[in-house]
């Protein structure tokens, strides 16, 4: 992981700059590399933390190689990955699939009674990013009949909830375009 994290942040130059703005490798939370856009080129995603002062949640930052082996930033979605870095159990990470995909897991594994791990696959699909599936669980440290599990194909619109068949309208999401309240309702979670 260090190394992955090592080689985003030299990556990451002024020339790569969005908005006149470098990433700081500070901010780097997590990072994987993989061919999200199957051309037999390393791809990277970074979760970025938000500035100090903001009270936004983490930046995903994909970028895809070009035919002269830069990466260059395909997608930008601010605001989207819950999670403090700073804080045990709450740091959010993401990791590449075999298959090209990626997952963004978040999570809360130490603060209060209610735990719960939710993770979207990413998939690149028609030139963009797209959220193909969302898993969520849950417990509750005082009840523990009190547990949801959940696994939900967003494209297809079939999955299951406690072990139970659901179903809802399958759709093509785009990754900036997703909510959490989206996988949540077709969950049952809300």
Same mark, same amino acid.
């Given at each position: 992981?260090?190394?992955?994290? !090592?080689?985003?942040?030299?990556? !990451?130059?002024?020339?790569?700059?969005?908005?006149?703005?470098?990433?700081?490798?500070?901010?780097?939370?997590?990072?994987?590399? =993989?061919?999200?856009?199957?051309?037999?080129?390393?791809? %990277?995603?970074?979760?970025?933390?938000?500035?100090?002062?903001?009270?936004?949640?983490?930046?995903?930052?994909?970028?895809?190689?070009?035919?002269?082996?830069?990466?260059?930033?395909?997608?930008?979605?601010?605001?989207?990955?819950?999670?403090?870095?700073?804080?045990?159990?709450?740091?959010?990470?993401?990791?590449?699939?075999?298959?090209?995909?990626?997952?963004?897991?978040?999570?809360?594994?130490?603060?209060? *009674?209610? *735990?719960?791990?939710?993770?979207?696959?990413?998939?690149? *699909?028609?030139?963009?990013?797209?959220?193909?599936?969302?898993?969520?669980?849950?417990?509750?440290?005082?009840?523990?009949?009190?547990?949801?599990?959940?696994?939900?194909?967003?494209?297809? =619109?079939?999955?299951?909830?406690?072990?139970?068949?659901?179903?809802?309208?399958?759709?093509?999401?785009? %990754?900036?375009?997703?909510?959490?309240?989206?996988?949540?309702?077709?969950?049952?979670?809300?």
């Amino acid at each position: 992981m260090r190394t992955v994290l !090592l080689a985003a942040s030299l990556l !990451l130059s002024p020339t790569l700059a969005l908005a006149a703005d470098s990433i700081d490798p500070a901010r780097i939370v997590s990072a994987a590399t =993989g061919d999200w856009n199957e051309d037999d080129a390393s791809d %990277l995603v970074l979760l970025v933390s938000p500035a100090e002062d903001s009270d936004e949640d983490n930046a995903i930052y994909i970028y895809l190689t070009n035919d002269v082996g830069r990466l260059v930033l395909k997608s930008l979605v601010p605001d989207k990955v819950w999670g403090q870095f700073g804080l045990y159990g709450q740091a959010p990470f993401v990791h590449a699939l075999p298959n090209g995909s990626m997952e963004i897991t978040s999570h809360n594994d130490a603060i209060g *009674r209610h *735990r719960w791990e939710q993770t979207l696959t990413i998939a690149y *699909r028609r030139s963009d990013f797209v959220v193909a599936g969302y898993t969520y669980s849950s417990y509750d440290t005082l009840d523990l009949d009190n547990t949801m599990k959940c696994d939900f194909n967003v494209s297809t =619109g079939k999955g299951t909830a406690n072990a139970k068949p659901i179903r809802a309208k399958g759709a093509t999401v785009l %990754l900036k375009d997703w909510s959490d309240e989206i996988g949540q309702k077709a969950c049952g979670a809300e």
